[in-house]
């Protein structure tokens, strides 16, 4: 019995870290999709639509490449499109 509860308080611990990284990923990725698509007088659009279709199009293919059932593919191209959307609304909040 006690073999199980280590390994449940284990397994929740796990969890717990890997949400956290997660959340870290997303600050840094968003941070880092911000400061690359930034289409201002500075910027250049025509780049940040082909980043924006390349991440999605790499998204696609690694989905692919991985065997994913199409939920699931479906479900990481909206996250990535979902991420897009966050950091293009982090440099553009009055034009959504």
């Known amino acids: ?4 509860a ?10 717990v870290d890997l ?4 959340v870290v990923l997303e600050i840094v990725s968003m941070t880092s999709l911000a400061l690359v ?3 201002s007088e500075n910027g250049n659009s025509e780049q940040a639509r082909g ?10 293919q690694r989905c692919s490449e991985m ?5 699931a593919a479906q479900s990481a191209e909206r ?9 293009l ?3 553009y909040p009055d034009r959504h």
């Open 79 to 87: 996250y990535a499109q979902q991420l897009l959307s966050t950091a």
């Open 19 to 22: 949400e956290a990284r997660m």
């Open 67 to 71: 065997g994913l059932p199409r939920d």
């Open 6 to 15: 280590r390994h449940m308080r284990s397994a929740e611990e796990a969890a």
């Open 89 to 91: 609304l982090s440099l």
């Open 1 to 4: 019995m006690k073999q199980t």
């Open 37 to 39: 698509l930034d289409t």
């Open 51 to 60: 980043i924006m279709n390349l991440i999605v199009e790499t998204v696609q």
